[in-house]
């Protein structure tokens, strides 16, 4: 089971403390690089845009020169960003350890540095906005895990926690949504990364666009949650640490006392009964094969033939009945935008212009577009105050 996403409420004077005030006439190198390494342009790229060398957009970057006002406005424009995104105060970046990428020794080092950069802007938002609306508390536990009874203890005390029982999840993406994750993607750069999760005051998961189907989709929610539980301040992406979140993922999706009871027990595999299992839970049949497996109900000879009767029959990635379970799209931030758009006209361009992020930016960092600009001026109905 899964309980009803948590609808973010809308406080004025929360608002009112959101928008920061901005240090005049400072320009940050590493925020040309952030934003620079967030659209994944090299030096070339960027200086072909805004005719300039490559040479000196490194000093720029460096610190070494300083930009006229003119380049300025070329560089936010050519990024994406506004003019004063480069006098921004630095806010701690998206670190290695708190960024949990599955497969990441084969993920090239750009592409790893550009989900960093972008992680640091979506996080900037987010921040803000959740210093206007009151978004569900982060109710993540922190469950250091050793070995594997330890893994399929910290899957049956988050469900406890969560209150989810014993039975199947009707929306994994709701359970991360209550437990306070924000799940957006990264145009461009999640379908080369497929999942990832942000270990950050307001956990960020980031999705695969792609749109796989439904069931591989929870469980990589599944198997982020898992790192983000088990893995607090560690550097994943290694085999270890990615048999443990998969180990996770298969234990809150698929409770041990539930599965023993549920899954038939037979010589030959009953095929029938796991794709009504599939349907009941809204795991593939490939995932009830590995978690029977796990816990010795299916020898290693009964698991490798089941295997290979997937793959025989094309069912490595689309699995029969894929199409008959419904995917899981976010809500808690497209219902944020909405509240607060709701509530005051024009609030969310107003914490993207104070996170420095115009249109385009905001679309590759949170995957979603901007409202349109209000037609009338609401300085008079927000008031802006400094922190």
């Excluded at 990441?104 to 210093?131: I, K, N, Y």
């Excluded at 816990?295 to 490798?304: E, P, T």
Aim: net charge neutral; proline share 5%.
């Amino acid at each position: 089971m899964a309980a009803q996403m948590a609808a973010p409420a809308f406080d004025a004077d929360r608002l009112k403390r959101t928008i920061s005030m901005v240090e005049p006439h400072v320009f940050d190198g590493d925020r040309l690089r952030l934003a620079r390494v967030a659209k994944g342009y090299t030096l070339d790229d960027l200086g072909g845009r805004v005719s300039a060398t490559r040479q000196y957009l490194n000093q720029l970057e460096q610190g070494t020169k300083l930009p006229s006002e003119e380049m300025i406005e070329a560089l936010a424009a050519a990024l994406g960003v506004t003019s004063h995104f480069f006098s921004l105060s630095a806010r701690g970046g998206v670190s290695v350890e708190q960024c949990h990428f599955r497969k990441q020794r084969t993920t090239p080092v750009s592409v790893v540095s550009q989900v960093l950069a972008r992680g640091t802007l979506l996080d900037g938002f987010v921040s803000r906005l959740d210093q206007a609306l009151e978004l569900p508390e982060v109710s993540f536990p922190d469950i250091p895990v050793t070995c594997t009874s330890d893994i399929e203890i910290a899957a049956k005390q988050a469900r406890e926690q969560w209150q989810l029982g014993t039975g199947p999840i009707s929306s994994m993406m709701r359970v991360v949504e209550n437990a306070g994750a924000v799940v957006s993607f990264f145009a461009g750069v999640s379908e080369r990364v497929d999942a990832l999760s942000i270990d950050r005051p307001r956990p960020l998961i980031i999705r695969s666009e792609a749109k796989p189907a439904a069931c591989r989709l929870r469980f990589d929610l599944a198997h982020e949650c898992g790192h983000l539980v088990m893995h607090k301040g560690i550097v994943t992406g290694d085999k270890a640490t990615e048999d443990q979140a998969n180990r996770f993922a298969s234990a809150f999706l698929l409770p041990r006392s539930a599965f023993i009871h549920e899954f038939p027990r037979s010589r030959m595999l009953n095929w029938t009964a796991i794709f009504e299992m599939k349907l009941r839970w809204k795991v593939s049949a490939s995932a009830i094969l590995r978690r029977a497996y796990d816990l010795k109900i299916l020898s290693a000879d009964q698991y490798r033939t089941g295997c290979i009767h997937l793959s025989k029959t094309g069912q490595r990635k689309f699995e029969r009945f894929d199409d008959e379970i419904a995917p899981e799209m976010p809500e808690l931030l497209p219902s944020a935008l909405v509240a607060l758009e709701q509530a005051y006209p024009g609030a969310v361009r107003r914490i993207a212009d104070d996170a420095g992020i115009e249109g385009d930016m905001f679309e590759c960092v949170a995957g979603l577009g901007l409202p349109e600009r209000p037609d009338h001026d609401l300085t008079n109905i927000i008031p802006i105050s400094g922190r």
